[in-house]
C-alpha cells in the first residue's frame, strides 16, 4: 500500500469471472486530509486512481504498473467524513498476457463518484 493507512479492504467479492466488487472504508484521520482540505477532507483523485490498481494487484496476484488510462471522470466529491464507505466495481480483461484491461466503477452510497478505463503492465 502506497499510502500507508489510507483505506482498509472490508471485502472482495468475485461477481463473475472478470467482475469484482470491493468494499473499503476509508482513514479520515489520515493525513493527508490535514491538508487535502482542512475543515472539508476530499479524497484526492490521484489517490483513487492507486486505490484502484493496488485492488486490481490484489485481485489478479500481480505487481502493476499503470500502461495508459484511456478515460478518468470524477463525478462527485468523495468527504471521508461523510461517505467512508466506497464500493468498487472492477472489471477485468486479461486477453493479453502481460496487459491487464481495467474498467471501474467507485460509488459512495448509490451514487457514482468516479469511473475509470485503465491498462496495467504486469511486471
Do not use: R, W
Amino acid at each position: 500500500m502506497l499510502l500507508k493507512g489510507f483505506y482498509t479492504i472490508k471485502e472482495i467479492v468475485k461477481v463473475s469471472e472478470k467482475e469484482y466488487n470491493a468494499f473499503i472504508h476509508l482513514n479520515k484521520d489520515h493525513e493527508i486530509f490535514l491538508g487535502h482540505f482542512p475543515g472539508n477532507p476530499v479524497v484526492p483523485g490521484v489517490c483513487m486512481v492507486q486505490v484502484l490498481k493496488e485492488l486490481t494487484s490484489e485481485i489478479t496476484a500481480k505487481k502493476l504498473i499503470m500502461n495508459t488510462s484511456n478515460n478518468i471522470k470524477f463525478m462527485s466529491l468523495i468527504n471521508p467524513n461523510t461517505s467512508p464507505e466506497i464500493k468498487l466495481s472492477i472489471t477485468l480483461n486479461t486477453d493479453n498476457e502481460d496487459i491487464i484491461k481495467v474498467k471501474n466503477i467507485c460509488y459512495i452510497e448509490d451514487k457514482i463518484a468516479l469511473k475509470m478505463s485503465v491498462k496495467y503492465s504486469i511486471l
